[in-house]
């Protein structure tokens, strides 16, 4: 019973919506069949669904087993409920709500009612806040039946064909911009080609002439994304965000950001260090506007850049501020786990080392380049203790954790150097200068080493 439709749709109802879900049922409009009512009322209260046979002596108890019979049950339960969560929907969308009356009214042939209507919509979209695709498409559907309504029989066209048309442009433009944004940032992500979209280039000439804010936010979004080397780009969309970021849903106006601190990323991989303070200081804008938060929550991997961020340009004692404060917006599934890690990595950025190694011990994450990276602190915390019993004991279990691991590629190749040349280090520190130069030789002639500066500095 739990694998049928029915049932895994009632599964994801809250109680609130169970209660509404029963007074649509009990609605003839919408239901006449007591035997789906009484099905919804066994789904309440089974604490255990037994089998077919059982379900049909609940619902029919003077009828034989007939499977097909329940089969149909289930089913029309499963369409009412998909009826029901369709009007949930609807009931939520007060723009959709108004637009369908318009267009009732129009289709009826009720002018003064349908005008009345039109008009209030067309108020409340000048009213509203965001400027974003969706804005302008409910507007060119507000047109839409406008110019439906005022050209029947006419000789003149609709005075409205300019506003609808300007919705339109709007609509696309701003889509085809987001969409090449996305695939952008996705081939970043994956490594692969972006996905060239057939508007991208027709919408970018569009954006280039256009004055609304929000078109021009996401042209420069896609420049930055397109172009590491725009500068100017980047500066225009930083200006733009910092005026025009609210013209967006929360999560579009999420994403526009994101372009901006990974275009900051990009170049401080490339040794400009100055876009590392950028990067930051956008990371602290986004968490000043509740950009960067989702239903309240930080993404423990937002949570962990901005700390990282913070002690790469020194603000360490921000960085511990910055962790605290934002505890309580991890995930609650993770959040003492992933506050454990990012105050493990702040001890060690502060050369904290005992610190860090009494957080850094305990803790293990699904994720293998997060556990890499707390293996490589606990390498170098160890080191720099002193502690060298526990440090080749490390050694040995890291090197047998890297050879399990067969989906690392050149990382691991990467990481075994690290591990071969830190148990050379330790043997040659002490040696004479010859000896230490030629180590430093070999270490910066290998192409892949993990922590290579690190290495070198001990030497």
């Known amino acids: 019973m739990q694998n049928t439709v029915a049932y895994q749709l009632f599964q994801s109802l809250s109680a609130n919506e169970v209660l509404r879900f029963e007074k649509f049922l009990n609605s003839p409009y919408f239901n006449q069949r007591q035997d789906v009512r009484d099905l919804l009322g066994y789904f309440r209260q089974a604490a255990e669904l037994s089998d077919k046979k059982a379900l049909f002596a609940q619902l029919y108890p003077d009828q034989a087993f007939n499977n097909l019979q329940l089969n149909y049950v289930l089913g029309f339960f499963a369409e009412r409920l998909e009826q029901f969560l369709a009007c949930e929907e609807l009931q ?8 369908l009356r318009c267009r009732a009214f129009r289709k009826r042939g009720l002018s003064r009612h349908f005008e009345r209507n039109a008009q209030a919509l067309a ?5 509203a806040p965001l400027r974003n695709a969706e804005y302008w498409l409910q507007t060119y559907q507000l047109e839409s039946e406008v110019f439906a309504q005022q050209m029947p029989g006419s000789r003149i066209a609709p005075d409205n064909l300019p ?24 081939s970043a992500v994956s490594k692969g080609a972006a996905q060239e979209l057939p508007f991208t280039d027709t919408a970018i000439g569009y954006a280039e002439s256009s004055q609304e804010p929000a078109t021009m936010l996401l042209r420069e979004s896609l420049e930055v994304l397109r172009n590491p080397a725009a500068e100017t780009a980047f500066q225009r969309l930083k200006t733009l965000i910092s005026t025009h970021a609210p013209l967006f849903s929360p999560t579009e106006a999420r994403d526009i950001l994101m372009a901006a601190i990974n275009f900051c990323i990009r170049r401080h991989n490339q040794g400009d260090k100055h876009y590392t303070r950028e990067a930051l200081e956008l990371y602290k804008k986004g968490l000043e506007t509740g950009i960067l938060l989702e239903h309240e929550q930080l993404s423990r991997y937002t949570y962990g850049n901005i700390n990282n961020l913070a002690h790469l340009v020194g603000e360490t004692a921000w960085a511990k501020k910055f962790l605290d404060t934002y505890r309580p917006c ?12 990012n105050i493990a990595i702040h001890h060690f950025r502060c050369s904290e080392y005992a610190q860090a190694l ?5 803790i293990e994450f699904s994720e293998v380049f997060v556990n890499l990276d707390v293996r490589k602190m606990l390498v170098r915390s160890y080191f720099e203790l002193g502690e060298w019993p526990a440090l080749f004991s490390l050694l040995d279990s890291f090197r047998a954790y890297l050879r399990r691991q067969k989906q690392l590629g050149y ?23 010859a000896k230490r130069q030629a180590l430093a030789r070999r270490i910066a002639a290998t192409p892949s080493v993990a ?6 500095s001990k030497l």
């Not at 108020?123 to 009213?127: L, S, T």
């Open 92 to 99: 939520s969308d007060h723009f959709q709500q108004q637009l």
């Open 123 to 127: 108020r409340a979209r000048g009213q």
């Open 163 to 186: 506003r609808l048309i300007y919705a339109f442009n709007q609509f696309v433009a701003l889509e085809s911009l987001r969409w090449a944004s996305t695939a952008h940032a996705l």
């Open 330 to 341: 991890l995930p609650a599934a993770e959040r003492e786990k992933v506050y454990q890690y």
């Open 358 to 362: 009494e957080l850094l011990r305990d």
């Open 411 to 433: 990382h691991r190749e990467s990481y075994l150097n690290f591990l071969k040349f830190t148990l050379c280090v330790e043997k040659t520190m002490r040696a004479g200068k």
């Open 451 to 456: 922590e290579r500066e690190w290495l070198l």
